[in-house]
């Protein structure tokens, strides 16, 4: 009997796919869910290592732009109002607010130095957001993940065990696949989970480095528009 149902067990399909096709419909929900919720977090994670990539980038380029000895008056003409880098974009808010600022005899409109520190705070927030979107879905993956998956192997068990009660057979050819079914779904719990904390700690800080160079920059820009004020 058990040579039997040895026989019976090797003779059963394991692979991924199987066991998938085996599960019963919740488990499949949520072994489906699972894998949606990584792929998206694997996106996420790319898309913004380019963008991070790409900020740095920007930053660098603008800060050698913008420490060249070049008028500023200048290189606001050269970038426009409507900018499509991070650095360029707070840049023009601080210049379009410094241009606003100035009456058409020339003399400046009191409280300029306020309204240009509030428009490029504003500026900053807003490229912080965009650095920080998607990150909340990391975060909500790698902490829900692992217990979804858990989920899903308890009812599986669940499922096996009612089986086994039905059929009125222990034997191994009954209980491996449904213990089986139900172990992939906290596999792919975990296997969902693991990048998504990790990758969120790591793009968590770099998004705060990036933003605080944008605070940077726009703390020395407004000393540099205070001065002028000031003579």
Not at 132 to 157: C, D, K, Q, Y
């Amino acid at each position: 009997m058990e040579t039997e149902a040895l026989n019976m067990a090797q003779q059963m399909d394991f692979s991924l796919l199987a066991l998938f096709a085996r599960a019963s419909l919740t488990v499949k929900l949520v072994m489906m869910m699972l894998t949606v919720a990584s792929f998206w977090s694997w996106s996420i994670i790319i898309r913004k290592f380019i963008t991070y990539r790409a900020s740095r980038q920007e930053a660098d380029a603008f800060d050698r732009a913008f420490w060249s000895g070049e008028p500023l008056d200048e290189l606001f003409d050269q970038i426009g109002p409507a900018p499509d880098g991070p650095s360029q974009r707070i840049f023009a808010a601080g210049m379009l607010e410094w241009r606003r600022s100035h009456r058409q005899d020339g003399e400046l409109i009191a409280g300029a130095q306020a309204r240009i520190d509030r428009s490029m705070d504003v500026a900053i927030a807003k490229e912080t957001e965009a650095l920080n979107a998607g990150l909340p879905f990391l975060a909500t993956v790698g902490s829900t993940a692992p217990f979804v998956g858990l989920f899903g192997t308890v009812w599986g068990i669940k499922v096996a065990f009612e089986e086994i009660a039905i059929s009125q057979n222990t034997s191994l050819a009954v209980v491996a696949p449904g213990i089986s079914e139900a172990l992939v779904a906290t596999a792919l719990g975990l296997l969902a989970a693991i990048p998504a904390v990790i990758f969120y700690n790591k793009l968590s800080s770099d998004a705060d480095k990036i933003a605080s160079g944008y605070g940077a920059f726009a703390d020395e820009f407004a000393t540099i528009l205070s001065r002028q004020l000031d003579a």
